[in-house]
């Protein structure tokens, strides 16, 4: 039986870290003017960066059949043998 893969997990995964990522913003105090653009962009590049990883992540999952995050599996016109072929298939 080939593997389920769900993307719940992922999901929680990504809330969590960006939730991390606007925590530490809001906590940041009393960064002198100057560096508060810095700050910011470095902020901005790591949330795009978790941006592609569930991008990515998400698109591979859904080519290998992934279930929802509702737990509802996708009908898929052809099954991928596994997630490396999907993968591959997916970057082609």
């Given at each position: 039986m080939p593997r389920r893969y769900n993307l719940s997990r992922d999901y929680?995964?990504?809330?969590?870290?960006?939730?991390?990522?606007?925590?530490?913003?809001?906590?940041?105090?009393?960064?002198?003017?100057?560096?508060?653009?810095?700050?910011?962009?470095?902020?901005?590049?790591?949330?795009?960066?978790?941006?592609?990883?569930?991008?990515?992540?998400?698109?591979v999952k859904l080519v290998a059949g992934a279930e929802y995050c509702d737990g509802t599996a996708p009908q898929l016109s052809t099954t991928p043998a596994n997630l490396i072929l999907s993968s591959e298939l997916l970057l082609r």
């Open positions: 929680v995964i990504f809330r969590r870290s960006t939730d991390d990522l606007i925590d530490f913003y809001r906590d940041v105090t009393g960064v002198p003017v100057r560096h508060a653009r810095l700050l910011g962009e470095i902020v901005f590049l790591r949330a795009f960066s978790l941006l592609e990883d569930i991008a990515r992540i998400t698109a």
